[in-house]
């Protein structure tokens, strides 16, 4: 094992990503970050004793350059021997059919096919290339965006079934490893392209940042993203011993005691209203947000659409999360 393998065997023990009797199925597009975190895993597989798989996603969407990295995914893994899963899909009409972007579309095509191979193929674990860079990107994209404080905390380096064992390398590490293993990639044109977003901040904005603050940007948003997610495990911690503690706070019923909810701090309203939107399947709309948290100084009777047919409304001391009536709409008082 070199010092890169040596690293990443230690990243992996040290956040146990996997052990001894896990399945993991490598997500590889045939590009440097994926590429490296197959031979990695192909190189300590033995030592965690657990079996890989590839999992490739052919998205039809650069024509002939997509043909071939799905057979240069398929000829790598079968000069490793590794079992490889091709699924293609006509992005561009089912984001057509969704009414989503093309990006948000491949996420929930990608997604949906790690789930399928999860439960049919018996793996335990998804793992994906995100380095430093992506994590740095990630932050930048979700503070332009206007976020909340948990978007700092930027990719986690496990959630749910999902691991990110390369979290903690940067991409000149990836880099030298894939030159120093003679390992070949693949190389997507449409990463250089600025009209995305992410693109754009990956290569204008960090790029003129870093030229100002040289080494400096990267550790910086590599510790806030630390603190951040320290912070909201705290958080979540809290909340669930505060619910715990008071009566009158049905999140999954979608019912909230006003005076209960009152005693509590701002920050702590905002945070249990947040949880029963997302159990509710709700988008966490920072408008819609605030005026349910005035609608608990309201007068009885006053009610917010929250979306997706859904109303809240000011009703015998509760706060109460309702399908909203065909002809239910705001009514503008609150």
């Given at each position: ?10 990243c992996?023990r040290?956040?146990?990503l996997?052990?001894a009797?896990?399945a993991?199925?490598?997500a590889?597009?045939?590009?440097p970050d ?7 895993f192909?190189?300590?597989s033995?030592?965690?004793?657990c ?6 996603c052919?998205?039809s969407l ?7 990295d799905e057979?240069?995914v398929r000829?790598a893994c079968?000069?490793?021997?590794v079992e ?5 899909f006509?992005t561009?009409?089912v984001s057509?059919r969704l009414k989503k972007?093309?990006?948000?579309t ?16 018996g ?7 995100h ?8 932050m ?15 990719i ?12 903690s ?6 880099m030298d490893y894939l030159?120093?293993k003679r ?5 997507d044109r ?5 009209d995305?977003d992410?693109?754009?901040i ?6 003129l ?5 040289r080494?400096?940007l ?16 705290f ?8 619910i715990?503690e008071?009566s ?5 019923a ?6 209960t909810?009152l005693?509590?701090?701002?920050f702590?309203?905002?945070e ?10 709700l988008?966490i ?9 005035d609608l608990?100084s309201?007068?009885?009777?006053r ?7 859904m109303?809240v409304?000011?009703?015998?001391g ?8 065909p002809s239910?709409?705001?009514?503008g008082?609150?």
């Open positions: 094992m070199n010092r890169t393998e040596k690293k990443f065997l230690e992996v040290r956040l146990e996997a052990g009797g896990d993991l199925l490598v590889v597009s045939g590009g994926s590429m490296a975190l197959l031979h990695l192909f190189a300590v033995s030592v965690l004793q079996r890989i798989g590839v999992a490739h052919n998205f650069r024509g002939e350059e997509s043909e071939h057979t240069f000829e079968r000069t490793l021997g490889c899963h091709v699924r293609r006509d561009a009409a057509e972007s093309i990006e948000e491949a996420r929930i095509l990608r997604y949906d096919f790690f789930d399928e191979l999860l439960r049919e193929q793996y335990t674990r998804i793992a994906t290339g380095h430093v860079g992506d994590n740095a990107e990630t930048l994209f979700n503070l332009f965006r206007g976020t909340a404080l948990s978007g700092l905390r930027g986690r380096v496990r959630h749910g079934s999902i691991i990110r064992p390369l979290l390398f940067s991409r000149k590490e990836i030159v120093e390992i070949t990639w693949r190389t449409t990463n250089i392209d600025i995305y992410r693109n754009f990956r290569n204008r904005v960090i790029p940042i870093e030229e100002r603050f080494h400096k990267m550790p910086a948003l590599q510790r806030i993203s630390e603190h951040a997610g320290e912070l909201d495990e958080i979540e911690r809290h909340l669930d011993r505060l715990g008071r009158g706070l049905d999140l999954k979608g019912k909230l005691h006003i005076v909810m005693d509590l701090t701002l702590e309203r905002k249990i209203l947040k949880r029963v939107f997302r159990m509710h399947g988008t709309d920072s408008k819609a947000l605030q005026r349910v948290t608990l309201r007068q009885s009777g009610s917010v659409p929250v979306g997706a047919g109303v409304v000011r009703r015998d509760y706060l109460r999360f309702l399908a909203a009536e239910a709409g705001a009514d008082s609150a």
